[in-house]
């Protein structure tokens, strides 16, 4: 992002400051920000896993050789790095050497007019539909997904929606996933609905009983609030990064990955009536508490501290 004064060619005036988003954009443009003279702003929104790193919960794999030494020169390098949560700038702080005083956090906000609550919650705890909405790859958890549907109570009639595209490295992921859904008996109530848009996402996590945040690594999770913006309880592992953040403090945040835990919680959500009820409305109550107008606000403050005190 740049902004800038009426007529960026003119010598009088041009532009204020430059915020780069992801990596790449860093390194693109923090030596274009250092000959402007003028302060560059930088903002990852996941952070690659380190090398050598054999767990998916250390974050994303590197795509290419040039990630991490690129993130080290965008974070190292910029006047100030803007953290979607406080674990990422945790994690940023710590692989990179950014200290505090580079490091500020603007957590994501969710558009509450277009991700609203459905009217009947009833409908919507009852033979439920489960949502997990991600790009189809093991980082995201969506084999998860399938054993806590197979390990829920068949009287319940509970299906489960996969809504995510599949990357060009893990194109045949999501045929491992039918597989492993063929194994486990439940072919017939699992849905891939492939990339939806943002209308068509709105829509259906508001007639979805529950969102399943599986992810192993998450820098905050997005996806999360969106749900709960309508209406959606959540359940999600504690230990991905900064989904704590994104989650209504009295969601369901799992200290485990065993899928009988996360079945044993979702049924007791789903059987309980009257909390099932308490738990949409404390959802959308956070939700509103972080709209996009809020999130603009705080990174509009930071554009103006650097603005007045490039120091």
């Given amino acids: 992002m740049l902004t800038a004064a009426d007529d960026p060619d003119s010598p009088e005036s041009g532009w204020d400051l430059i915020h780069s988003h992801h990596w790449f954009s860093g390194v693109a443009a923090l030596p274009l920000a250092r000959e402007l003279g003028i302060p560059h702003l930088q903002s990852f929104h996941s952070v690659a896993a380190p090398e050598g790193s054999s767990t998916l919960d250390a974050g994303e794999p590197a795509e290419s050789a040039g990630r991490i030494p690129g993130e080290q020169f965008a974070a190292t390098g910029s006047d100030l790095v803007v953290a979607v949560s406080e674990a990422e700038a945790r ?17 994501p906000g969710v558009d509450v007019d277009r991700f609203r609550p459905c009217p009947d919650v009833a409908e919507r705890r009852e033979r439920p539909t489960l949502l997990f909405t991600a790009r189809l790859q093991p980082l995201k958890g969506p084999d998860l997904a399938l054993e806590v549907l197979a390990h829920l109570d068949p009287a319940l009639e509970a299906r489960l929606l996969l809504a995510g595209g599949t990357s060009q490295d893990f194109a045949d992921y999501a045929e491992q996933l039918r597989e492993q859904a063929r194994d486990l008996g439940i072919e017939d109530r699992v849905d891939f609905v492939g990339s939806l848009g943002r209308d068509e996402l709105a829509e259906t996590m508001r007639c979805a009983g529950a969102l399943l945040l599986t992810s192993w690594s998450e820098t905050f999770g997005l996806v999360a609030l969106e749900a709960q913006a309508s209406g959606t309880p959540v359940l999600a592992w504690r230990c991905a990064g900064g989904v704590q953040e994104a989650v209504d403090p009295d969601g369901l945040v799992l200290d485990s990955r065993d899928p009988d835990v996360w079945a044993e919680a979702l049924q007791s959500l789903l059987h309980d009536a009257d909390r099932y009820d308490e738990a949409v409305r404390s959802a959308r109550d956070f939700a509103a508490t972080r709209t996009w107008e809020a999130t ?10 650097l603005m007045e005190d490039p120091a």
Avoid: M
């Fill in 91 to 107: 994690t940023i702080g710590e692989r990179y050497g950014v200290p505090g005083a580079r490091l500020t956090v603007v957590r």
């Fill in 296 to 305: 603009a606000e705080t990174l509009a403050a930071q554009y103006a501290r």
